[in-house]
């Protein structure tokens, strides 16, 4: 069964730090980019990182500097380190594989709040 499934949310402060997981089963990890991104409440998805099959990230301008992505080919998890973060930073987060059709993971929901 080809899925992901993203662990690690919850309800943090403001400055706090969590770390996002996304485990994949099913397909062939490494072949793949795997890429996160999040829908705020009454917004649309916002695109935040990507890693590709070399573990080259890639960030959004708003995430830059505080969040990082990498990837554990033998684990075939990818996780996002979330530091510094902002109540803007409140979302559903999703990771996708650019799978054909791509994978989804069912989204993890990430509060910053006092």
């Known amino acids: 069964q080809v899925q992901l499934v993203e662990s690690g949310g919850g309800l943090v402060q403001p400055g706090g730090s969590l770390r996002l997981s996304c485990a994949a089963s099913g397909f062939t990890f490494s072949n793949y980019w795997v890429s996160w991104v999040r829908q705020a409440p009454g917004k649309g998805l916002e695109w935040v990182s990507s890693i590709d099959t070399t573990s080259t990230p890639d960030y959004a301008n708003s995430v830059k500097g505080r969040f990082t992505i990498s990837r554990d080919f033998t684990k075939k998890t990818v996780h996002l380190q979330m530091n510094s973060l902002k109540p803007e930073d409140t979302a559903t987060y999703y990771c996708?594989?650019?799978?054909?059709?791509?994978?989804w993971g069912q989204g993890i929901q990430v509060t910053v709040s006092s």
């Open positions: 996708y594989a650019d799978t054909s059709p791509s994978t």
